[in-house]
Antibody, heavy 121, light 107 residues
Framework: EVQLLESGGGLVQPGGSLRLSCAAS????????MNWVRQAPGKGLEWISG????????YYAGSVKGRFTISRDNSKNTLYLQMNSLRAEDTALYYC??????????????WGQGALVTVSS | DIQMTQSPSSVSASVGDRVTITCRAS??????LAWYQQKPGKAPKLLIY???SLQSGVPSRFSGSGSGTDFTLTISSLQPEDFATYYC?????????FGGGTKVEIK
């Protein structure tokens, strides 16, 4: 059974940083692209970043480009999201999402339970 | 960026009803479209990919169609467990984008 477990969420002040982790199990992590998708309270879904199977190529939404960095450690079956220069509008539930295939530009067949990030002073 | 527009934003329906949700892309995306179901407090669940392919384990009352810019998700006979919010997503190109969602409510 595929399991994705996010951690690292919390309350941070505007301008601060946070790193999310997503521990994966139940599948061959290195065979699939991985992504982060967020959902602001009461709002819809927003894809924010994806990474290829090797970690060699990364992709970002314009709203986070230059501030967030996605990475993965295939030896640890873990996906990361380093978030810097956080803003109030980054407040959201952050989901780790497994791509259905090896391509980043794809869809997501497994999701974690989400990590809540609150940016507030 | 490719904009995805869903309609309606909400729909009230009864158990047994046929429900259709539409999704329009701002440019042609071939059949690179997925549909998700999200229930309150839960992560989204993939229902349909490549516009019409049913994800494993998803009931056959769900179906998808369309190509190019116009797509539909149809629930042939609404069941109690289907009351949820549905999102379309284009996976033609980065940045991947979602529609605004359609909430299916009990009439």
């Amino acid at each position: 059974e595929v399991q994705l477990l996010e951690s690292g969420g919390g309350l941070v002040q505007p301008g601060g940083s946070l790193r999310l982790s997503c521990a994966a199990s139940g599948f061959t992590f290195s065979d699939y692209a991985m992504n982060w998708v967020r959902q602001a309270p009461g709002k819809g879904l927003e894809w924010i970043s994806g990474v290829t199977i090797s970690g060699g190529s990364t992709y970002y939404a314009g709203s986070v480009k230059g501030r967030f960095t996605i990475s993965r450690d295939n030896s640890k079956n873990t996906l990361y999201l380093q978030m810097n220069s956080l803003r109030a509008e980054d407040t959201a539930l952050y989901y780790c999402a497994k791509a259905r295939g090896s391509a980043v530009a794809g869809n997501f067949d497994s999701w974690g339970q989400g990590a809540l990030v609150t940016v507030s002073s | 960026d490719i904009q995805m527009t869903q309609s309606p934003s909400s729909v009230s329906a009864s158990v047994g009803d046929r429900v259709t949700i539409t999704c329009r892309a701002s440019q042609r995306i071939s059949n690179w479209l997925a549909w998700y179901q999200q229930k309150p407090g839960k992560a989204p669940k993939l229902l349909i990919y490549t516009a019409s392919s049913l994800q494993s384990g998803v009931p056959s009352r769900f179906s998808g169609s369309g190509s190019g810019t116009d797509f539909t998700l149809t629930i042939s006979s609404l069941q109690p467990e289907d009351f949820a919010t549905y999102y379309c997503q284009q996976d033609n190109s980065s940045p991947l984008t979602f529609g605004g969602g359609t909430k299916v409510e009990i009439k």
